[in-house]
């Protein structure tokens, strides 16, 4: 988080924060404001006019066309600013610039799989932008409807199975940005979760040189355990041997005999795990339900090779 | 002091009346009262927003912490859609028409029956019926879509979401044919001396509400057909794996839904106008503004339904549109804060607990419906749509606004329904704490959303924590309200002090009568002298008004 940002809002990291916050005070102090009137009158009026023995009754009017004339006028002529005013903004999110770089964002369950233009294998849960660049976010969705939201930006569009949406925006600072799935999307919906990392323009062009994978001299398994956390392997597989979590434990997995859900059963070899990650309902384990995402087009051959080194190491 | 022009509290002798007429249950469940079938509802809408109410608890005290609380996941989601469906379609929909309706209702227009007591017999047991449907088709399908049920998410496992449908189409019959069975008893047996409007502003309330239930409910059943045929004949509607449209499943879902707020809110501000003007013993501010007012958004009501759709790919011109509505419907709303307040002035106003409830609702539906607007302006709904900006805002209408109006009408009409009083300082003590607990409930969830957490989640990140877990601890002041008047409204039956036939000294018909009324509501037709809120007269000395 960069700063804590006012103490409704999250901090403004976009070009349209700061339209949108200020229409939200403007509507905030605008409430406040009505709100305390209406019940300043109630308040008073209750102590003022509370029943009391002996006080005589005396009739008042109870219709005054003016007065109700005014406070339907006023009210209405105050929400057709804001109206006016939420609807520019809206239409600022909506008119994107021509040239926004373009990137693919789809969800399914449950995470975020981000194409960065000009590179070639996706990646899971982060987003990696330049600074001061308008994007172009194209979102779709491979099962349920669901919505990608970054608070900081002040952006948010839903993501369909049947239809391409999309969203633009503009991030104004460096730094890591929180993003979410707002659409209710299932058992892990509050799961599906990512990070937007904006960089400067000179270090997210370093990052796009070096994000060709593994380096040289790099430990295959020390790789592979970073994957497992940054392909999101973790949310589902625990590596201490707990089964709490959706899928089934990795420890002393390697080399066991594994029953499947058809009655049969498997020696987990190099084969088995590189089909589990790229076909994963191909053969499911008994006792679980057969809801890993395929991970073909998200791992590189040489990412398959290093989880698999890592999951070795789990003994 | 001026002379009193008649017997405020006339003794009137209620030994024989509806409640002991007949004695046994078989005389309960084949009654034809409307007033033992507004007893019926009453419990069973009580019972059915106390399990709901342990649900929301369940709901708070798992989020408590981040991580695993209390339960997993999976029992979570399927919490919150019990949750939402309980509150939703058994309890709030029938609450106050169902229940304090089918008791007043009749009263006030000097009708001995609904125009169909048969029917509303019947309409009961169908609300029964789809109850038990619906609850037990979600417990045991394991049904965990929300109560929005969105499509392709709820069809994509099994098919108990087709089932939990069903019940709510069951339910919706229910709540059909109570809304055709008022409109015709306020237009067949209202007496003649009453005109449209001497009519309490509660029946104008209901009256919309009735239209809305009319005409929007089938959209809701010819939705949950759509689904079953989707699913049978595998024809693509709603599914795109099917080639159907999953947007179009939100239009016909809001088609119902929006309207179904104010299938909501309506009776609450009907009870409201009741209240507000019995316990200030003043005249309702601006009558025809009210009543109109309840027309205008009743009819407004059914224009809005895209807004909440702002983010579904919805086109820039019908978002538009849809924003520019919602900021006109707003209006009446507005109009019937101001009025109520405005009855107070120069009042005399004596602070009951239902007089308690209803400065509780003014106070939180203020707020609900201001909030509203931070929802209807485009651009600020972009980033607060689907947070738990959206969840503070509709439990403040919801809740705060429905609820309050209901507790008011429970403690106002208690004396007449039971014919015994609540003892008044421990239900003032429970109000305190419900409104209380309410606002440390769900004022934090407004900042909790605004920040940016979405909805529905059952994990959080480290820095919602706090407000999290101050919105926890609110929910269990708000249920320890919630227990003691549940508790002493119990004792009260038993144990209360006998009511008079006015112990408020209402203007209302229905206090003309005895407490509790005889079977068929008058031993004999009082002359109407005046209007539902002629205190002028009562206490003024003025002369009658008629409207
Ligand atoms: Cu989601
Ligand atoms: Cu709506």
């Keep these: 988080m960069n700063g804590a940002g006012t103490l409704q809002l999250p901090p403004q990291a976009s070009t349209v924060a700061a339209d949108i916050d200020a229409l939200y005070y403007f509507i905030f102090w605008g409430c406040a404001i009505a709100f305390i009137l209406v019940m300043g009158g109630m308040f008073f009026f209750m102590a003022k006019y509370r029943r009391r023995e002996g006080v005589p009754y005396k009739p008042s009017p109870s219709h005054n066309t003016p007065l109700e004339v005014t406070w339907t006028v006023v009210p209405f002529l105050l929400l057709m600013v804001v ?233 | 002091m001026a002379t009193q022009v008649e017997d405020i509290n006339p003794d009137i002798p209620s030994d024989v009346n509806y409640l002991n007429v007949t004695k046994g249950l078989k005389s309960w469940l084949t009654t034809h009262d409307h007033k033992r079938i507004g007893v019926m509802y009453l419990y069973s809408v009580m019972a059915a927003f106390l399990v709901g109410g342990m649900l929301a608890l369940a709901i708070r005290l798992e989020l408590l912490s981040p991580g695993q609380t209390v339960m997993s996941s999976e029992t979570y989601n399927q919490v919150f859609t019990l949750h939402g469906i309980i509150m939703i379609f058994l309890f709030i929909i029938p609450s106050i028409p169902a229940a304090l309706g089918n008791f007043i209702m009749p009263l006030v227009i000097g009708a001995k029956d609904v125009a169909f007591p048969k029917l509303n017999l019947a309409s009961y047991y169908i609300w029964v019926v789809g109850a038990i449907f619906t609850i037990v088709a979600i417990i045991t399908g394991g049904v965990d879509t929300g109560w929005t049920f969105y499509t392709p998410q709820s069809i994509r496992q099994s098919g108990s979401v087709i089932w939990m449908g069903l019940g709510i189409f069951i339910l919706g019959f229910s709540s059909i044919f109570t809304g055709l069975n008022f409109l015709v008893t306020m237009h067949k047996l209202r007496d003649p001396k009453i005109g449209w409007f001497d009519m309490p502003l509660f029946c104008w309330a209901i009256y919309g509400t009735a239209l809305i239930q009319i005409l929007a409910t089938p ?215 419900v409104f209380i607990g309410f606002n440390v409930t769900f004022l934090t969830q407004f900042v909790v959303g605004s920040k940016g957490m979405p909805r529905r989640y059952y994990d959080y990140l480290e820095q919602f924590a706090p407000l999290n877990q101050f919105s926890t601890f609110g929910s269990w002041i708000l249920g320890a309200g919630i227990l003691i008047a549940t508790v002493s409204l119990l004792w009260s039956l038993k144990n209360g002090q006998k009511a008079t036939a006015n112990p408020w000294g209402a203007a209302g018909l229905e206090w003309k009568t005895g407490s509790p009324p005889p079977l068929e509501n008058f031993h004999e037709l009082p002359e109407i002298k005046h209007g539902p809120y002629d205190y002028d007269y009562l206490y003024g000395g003025q002369k009658p008004t008629r409207h």
């Design chain 1, 83 to 315: 109206f006016v005013w939420g609807f520019k903004g809206y239409m600022d999110l909506h008119i994107t610039p021509a040239n926004a770089m373009e990137y693919s964002v789809r969800g399914k369950q449950w995470l975020w799989q981000v194409n960065t233009p000009g590179v070639s294998t996706a990646s899971v849960n982060e987003m990696v932008v330049p600074v001061n660049t308008p994007i172009k976010v194209l979102l779709q969705s491979d099962d349920v409807i669901h919505s990608f939201f970054v608070p900081d930006f002040r952006v948010k569009m839903d993501a369909y199975p049947n239809q391409y949406t999309t969203m633009w925006f503009e991030a104004t600072k460096t730094g890591e940005f929180d993003m979410y799935c707002t659409e209710y999307c299932g058992t892990e919906h509050s799961q599906m979760f990512g990070k937007v990392i904006v960089k400067t323009q000179a270090e997210f062009e370093e990052w796009m040189g070096q994000n060709t994978g593994r380096q040289e001299d790099q430990d295959p398994a020390e790789y592979g355990e970073g994957l497992f956390v940054s392909k999101t392997c973790a949310t589902c597989h625990s590596i201490d041997g707990s089964t709490a979590l959706t899928g089934p434990s990795f420890k002393g997995l390697w080399g066991s005999q594994e029953s499947l859900a058809d009655g049969s059963s498997v020696l987990v070899d190099e084969n088995y795990l590189r089909e589990s990650m790229l076909e994963p309902n191909a053969k499911v384990v008994a006792g679980y339900e057969g809801v890993m995402p395929t991970f073909t087009g998200l791992l590189t051959d040489d990412d398959i090779f290093c989880l698999i080194e890592y999951i070795k190491t789990l003994q």
């Design chain 2, 219 to 433: 959209v809701l059943a010819i939705t949950v057909l759509l689904l079953a045929a989707e699913k049978i004949f595998q024809v693509g509607i709603f599914n795109p794996a099917l080639g159907g449209d999953p947007v179009l499943f939100q239009h016909f879902f809001w088609f119902y839904s929006h309207p179904a707020v104010y299938i909501m809110i309506l009776p609450g501000m009907g009870v409201i106008s009741e209240t507000i003007t019995a316990f200030s013993h003043k005249p309702i501010f601006g009558y025809r503004f009210v009543a109109f007012s309840s027309i205008a958004i009743a009819v407004l009501g059914f224009l809005v339904w895209g807004h909440h759709m702002f983010l579904s790919a919805e086109s820039e011109f019908s978002t538009m549109i849809f924003s520019f509505l919602t900021f006109f419907v707003a209006i009446p709303s507005a109009i019937k804060i101001f009025n109520w307040t405005a009855t107070l002035y120069k009042g005399s106003i004596a602070l009951t607990t239902g007089m308690l409830y209803t400065l509780a609702f003014l106070f939180l539906f203020s707020i609900g419906g201001l909030t509203g607007i931070f929802l209807g302006a485009l651009s600020v709904d972009v980033h607060l749509h689907d947070t738990y900006f959206v969840v503070a805002h509709f439990h403040y209408v919801m809740m705060g606004g429905t609820v309050m109006a209901f507790l008011a009408g429970i403690y106002y009409w208690w004396p007449k329904i039971t014919g015994r009083m609540y003892p008044e300082n421990i239900s003032r003590f429970a109000c305190l704490l």
